[in-house]
Nanobody, 124 residues
């Protein structure tokens, strides 16, 4: 059974930075694509970023491109989302997810395993 646990969320001022982590248990993390999604109150869960199983390919939604960086450490079964230049509209619960394939995907339905989420609040 794969379990995913996010950490690193919190309250940050506009323009600030946070680094989210996603620790995976089980053997499915390495070699499989990982994604980050977010969900603000009243909104659908939306795609943020994804990284391929080897870490060689990344994909971002346009609103975070140039500000967020997704990465992974397969030896540690951990994924990361570095978020810089944060804006109030980035406020949401952030979820990591793993799919049973090595290529990236932006649809939430393509992912098989999900964490419980971590709250990110950007406010002055």
């Amino acid at each position: 059974q794969v379990q995913l646990a996010e950490s690193g969320g919190g309250l940050v001022q506009p323009g600030g930075s946070l680094r989210l982590s996603c620790a995976a248990s089980g053997s499915i993390f390495s070699g499989n694509a990982m994604g980050w999604f977010r969900q603000a109150p009243g909104n659908e869960r939306e795609f943020v970023a994804a990284i391929g199983g080897s870490g060689g390919s990344t994909y971002y939604t346009s609103s975070v491109k140039g500000r967020f960086t997704i990465s992974r450490d397969n030896a540690e079964n951990t994924g990361y989302l570095q978020m810089n230049s944060l804006k109030p509209e980035d406020t949401a619960v952030y979820y990591c997810a793993v799919r049973s394939a090595s290529n990236t995907a932006s649809s939430r339905y393509a992912y098989d395993y999900w964490g419980q989420g971590t709250q990110v609040t950007v406010s002055s």
